[in-house]
């Protein structure tokens, strides 16, 4: 699988067609209810920095979201606002029909020139193998029906993922593993949509419900090697129906590479 | 003490100049090694996004730091992005000497209006009571010197805060309790900078050194009672110089009141 001929990259590719200015186009194969992926449509904006900032990866990007994108062309207006030795950041919003959907603010570097002291104290949390994970297209639920997104990816849940069997656990944790579909490798752009790929932590807490973000940040770490990238996930903090949601990305060789956090909101 | 008197109100306040434009005053009250601590720099440009957008409460604020500004005037630009029902965004921009200092992002909402469930399992570390903490004051380290922020808290660290008694750890992790030393009270305004407040985390890992922020997220989850914070901090994975620091605020109800998370740079 080229990285050229992958869904992933198909339905982020942008076009330039000015100063700052591309276009893109929304695609429904990552709808989750009717509405894309948050990360998905970061990835966009991702996609239009890419071409503009110097620096090789995206170190931390965030993103507001303001409404849901519509299937079909976007604009995405791009500011690049500093660019220095080690670091440039930069800004995209993305508009349709003259309204702003989706702001985004990414810094980019080059994690192969990082120089500097290492101590890791994360520990990949240890789950069961693939083979013995529940597989996330066996599970029905109430948001399954319109869920194309969820077929982007190959998702395994844990065997002890409460809902997926039924029994919500009351902890909001989920792990599992997951790579596209289409046998794309991850990379550095891959993990801002991957971090927002799993079903919503709060599942083990509340019926399956539609959980939009607010807003999404992701630290890329380092690079994944080929492979599945394992997931961690937990919300230890649902107040009012606002909650937050901490990811962890490991990849195949036990690497830490991604860590985002969300704020959403349970729609009642 | 009022609002109005304390030093941390009158060090953020901004002044209206026109359309979208406001006038600061970057005090050297709040530096840590003749540079401005991150959290009273995002301050100023929340004060001015405050007389922006018309919702009550900051819910989550995100800052890119380009360089750290110099004592003295700033511009504060601000772009009410949008403004919903419920949430309202806006960006603001930092400028000295027609260059960009800071970039920031924010989702204002009204915590007071919240409606949905809530299930909290965070638990709020159990540590030694104020007085039977570790006055950072008496704590001498390379950083102290030029220390002016410190100044400004009433700072207590854990007991077992290794490198405050001159055995870093190993595990890069801070507890303590920490309120203003003029007395004023905490409110969600106080709240970034008070997520950005504490020695850093690293102090476990290497001797005491200058870990400049990238970018700083803080999600204020409730208004906080009067009283003393306690902070939880913690690195878990610092790798070739670059480091998450995650950090937790509860206030004296023992309720969660902010999360915040900043990747940061070990210089070498």
Known sequence: MSELSSEFDRDVAVVEVGEGR???DVSSRWDIGGNPNGGYVLSIALAALRRTLPQPHVLTVTAHYFRPPDKGPVEVEVERIRSGRAHATGMARLVQDGRERVRVLATFGDLSKAEGPTAVTAVRPSIADPDHCIRR????DLMQTEHEAAK??????SPDTGWANGRPS?????DGWVRFADG???DVWALPLVADCFPPTVFELIDPTWVPTLELTVHVRAEPAPGWLQGHFQTRALVDGYLEEDGELW???GQLVAMSRQLALVLS
């Open 170 to 174: 009351g902890v909001a944790r989920t």
């Open 152 to 157: 982007r990816f190959d998702t395994r849940l």
């Open 22 to 24: 591309f276009q893109g």
């Open 184 to 186: 794309r490798e991850p």
């Open 251 to 253: 990849d195949s060789s």
């Open 137 to 140: 297209s066996d599970v029905t």
